[in-house]
């Protein structure tokens, strides 16, 4: 069990590195976007790749406890948080804080994954707080709306994963 553990942190790990290793998101077309805010063209254009991006007010560190927090006061389990940047740093490279959680509610999860297997791909839920080469702390997270088209999730089944947008926003205030 700990070794399947390991391999699936190693994989989300390596993606997520991946996707953060630049400092601004590259679109289809190979150009960079600009950090989204909720009023920006860029954070529209995110949001049609699947990835919502928000603002947080406060530091990576401040941001993972206010999550924690409303996960917690929500009965909702947290699985896991990923610190990607101190992984970075046990093997001598830097980069900016960057921390992932993963939470879910297997009660909000199950029928999901029975409508639609594959969104077991995509579940638990994930939100990443990392921190621009500005000091700017954001708060990104798959949007439901790509979520449904990318399985075929049914309507009736989407406020199981809206929440991730109020809990983002929520965090971030």
Do not use: C
């Amino acid at each position: 069990m700990n070794l399947w553990r390991s391999v699936l942190l190693l994989i989300i790990g390596s993606v997520s590195l991946v996707s953060i290793s630049h400092d601004r998101p590259v679109n289809g077309s190979g150009k960079h976007l600009t950090p989204a805010t909720h009023d920006t063209p860029e954070s529209v254009l995110n949001e049609k790749q699947g990835i919502a991006r928000r603002p947080s007010n406060h530091s990576v560190d401040q941001t993972v406890d206010r999550l924690k927090t409303i996960l917690q006061s929500k009965g909702v389990a947290l699985f896991a948080v990923i610190d990607h940047s101190g992984e970075a740093e046990k093997v001598g490279m830097k980069m900016p804080p960057t921390k992932l959680l993963i939470f879910g509610s297997p009660k909000a999860g199950t029928p999901l994954m029975l409508a639609a297997p594959t969104i077991a791909i995509d579940l638990p839920l994930k939100i990443l707080v990392s921190e621009d080469n500005q000091g700017k702390v954001w708060l990104s997270y798959n949007t439901a709306e790509y979520l449904k088209d990318r399985h075929g999730l049914p309507e009736n089944l989407m406020q199981n994963i809206a929440v991730v947008s109020s809990l983002a926003d929520q965090a971030g205030q």
